[in-house]
């Protein structure tokens, strides 16, 4: 079994819209973030995740903790287990489009009251973020 250790943040606006990001034709959507690298904290690899694909400086002190995902699932028939540090903060800058090293991306604002209509990966995110589950939740898919 492969672990991975992720860093994301749920980004909101003043509309109380989220943020989502879907990549290279995936069908689903996550919110921003990535893996966390050697000797890296969880909440410095969210803010390098947010320089890196919005073009955002967030500075960890905007940074708020929000909850820990425990997530199982396979990719192309190989286990993983996924531990997500969920951090969050609110944006005013308006946030569209951005390249990160060839990687195409697109990005979403989903009202916080339509997060069911959309494929969202792990799906236990949405009752992280509507604040429906403790501070640390696990999925076995």
Known sequence: ????LRASVCLTDTEQKVLFVCEN??????LPGGGVED????????????KEELGLDMKIE?????????NFYENNGIPIHEINFIFKTNVEKDISFYL???IR???IWVPITELHTLKIMPNIVINAILGKT????????
Do not use: P
């Open 62 to 70: 905007q940074l708020e903790f929000h909850q820990v995902i425990e």
């Open 105 to 107: 991306r697109a990005l």
């Open 25 to 30: 034709d995936d069908d689903y959507w996550i």
């Open 1 to 4: 079994m492969k672990r991975y």
């Open 134 to 141: 403790t501070n640390y939740i696990a999925s076995f898919n």
């Open 100 to 102: 990160e090293h060839g």
């Open 39 to 50: 000797g890296e904290s969880c909440i410095e690899a969210a803010s390098r995740e947010l």
